[in-house]
């Protein structure tokens, strides 16, 4: 047998939920998947953005980057989850020796899920805000609220600074003089980053000096409120199926409402110069587009790992996944395009309010979030629009938020079944913990410093998928993977992406662990004690289970060290749940010659 039953290897069984149930429609796994790439922030805060880069570039990059990293990947995942019918913790009785892997998931996304709740507050604080007659951030609102602005503050997009004719200009064409230090470089501020700015009343936010903690009383409400609402989703329809009807209708408008607004943003003063980039190319353009296809990657699997493998549990059996994946890719590719011409649209429009003066710049911060609100304010019924957009970017976070908050109950269900019995309490218990951690997550300490998290959860990923390579394409081992596959699917998972796979896309990953360390070790240089101390408890204890787990299941063997790494790795309880298809496969496995190294224990050597 190519796998051991739990009795064999002294394991405790693995029990299915039989209650956990399955997709209702087939196309919501691929709507739940397509969903996966609302993580806007990446986007909003040019941690992935391909700005300024022409369609010529991004496609083909694109492209490029679904057929060696992102499908694969896609499909990798997919096999665990589909073939196990279980989440990212449970799924690894695959080789059980590294289920620490499945731990350190767990104890990752329910962190991230807490400060990811950024992106659903500060949505729903300016959509409320909406509500007011005058918009708050707009010219008319700014007078009321904006009181002893800086220097710096007082020059903004509602008070463009014009240069008079005394101060130094140049010209493209004017080399009369190589002298430019008495040049000044204008920054103009942003009516709706500072009313952000404003709820913290000291307006230090988004500095990286030292600077006294404050909280804003309006983003805890907010908070709270975003946990109330996917409290009562929870209570009301936490069931697989129905959460699969929300995540298709509510990608259909999310998706509608982008495409909407991309058509609104077209007509704003300054769109031509970004439609008139949309077919050029340039080589820094095409080393930009290679450099973020890890960072593309990462965006494709949502905010945590193990997301998409558990959402792919739910599939039935005979699903093909190869189609599925490659639609997902396609569709997030689709929205990251949409999400990144709304943001060179707005960019583009803040360039034009400056006159195009080389010397003078607009402060972008969190563009979707933040800055697109003061181009809202330009359009007929400002208030109408900027409630609507908000919604958008609000529901977006917030759907992300339940599916992860789904798949993170939904794995520990599966793994330890005696919760199963008091799936409220567990979720009840967990929002209430997320809620108050993300309360910090409303100060300005935490809203400066949370992108250090963020890449360091980054790094997380990109590690985890190193390892599930291992461990299925070396461990388990080419040959079984596409056996199993095959079975699975009645489609073969083509040999030469399996060498992509183990050959190719980890050294992409390698190369993009080296830049996220070196960007973690600088926004760790400049963060707070509470980041710090966050990063370590939530992200770098959690992987010495790994090692934890691995030398706890060697000492409950026996033998010598490589016997015992060796038993430890065989699968265990690995079948489908379906009777009939675990009948099938058990006629499969026994009926093939197993020759893997893992397989090959003498009768003698078995204890």
Known sequence: MVYESSYESGRQPFLPDTKRGNWLNPQDFIYAGISLVFRIDIISMSLLASFDTGVLVLIPVYLLGMVIYT?????????????????????FR?????????????ITNIFILAYH???????????????????PWSCEGFKTWAQNLTESEEINICNVYIRNETEPDISANDTSSNDTSSYVFINHHIPSVLYFQYLFHDLKVFRYDDFDFSMSWQLIL?????WAIIAVIVYKFFQTEVIGTIVRYSVLVVIGLMVFFLIAFSFLPGSGHVFSHLFTMRWRDIVTGIITIPMHGMAAFGPGWGI?????????????????????ALGQFVVMIGLDFLTNLSETFFSEKTNGDYYAQVEHMWILYLSTGSVLTHFPWANLWSIIFYFMLFWSSVLLMILQLHTILTSILDEFDFLREKKLQVAYGLIGFLAAVSIYFTSNHGLTYFSALAIDTYNTQTAINLLLILIVLWIYGRERFQRDFEFMTSHRFSTWNVYILRFVAPLGMVLALIGGFFISHYEHKI???????CAIIFIAIPWLGIPGFVIYQMSRSMGSLKMRFLRCCRPTDWYPVEAEEKQKYEQLVGSVEITQTLSELKDEEVI
């Open 117 to 135: 709740s950024i992106f659903a507050m500060v949505p729903l604080l300016y959509m409320f805000a909406s509500f007011n007659p005058t918009l």
């Open 71 to 91: 499908v694969p990947l896609m499909v990798l995942q997919s096999y665990m989850g589909q073939f196990s019918s279980s989440g990212f913790i449970s799924a």
């Open 527 to 533: 963060t707070s004690l509470v980041i710090d101390v």
């Open 94 to 106: 695959l080789s059980p020796i590294f289920k620490g892997i499945g731990f350190v998931s767990l």
């Open 308 to 328: 998409f493998l558990t959402l792919s549990s739910f599939n039935k059996f005979r699903t093909n996944v190869i189609k599925q994946s490659c639609l997902i």
């Open 222 to 226: 907010c908070a709270l409120m975003v």
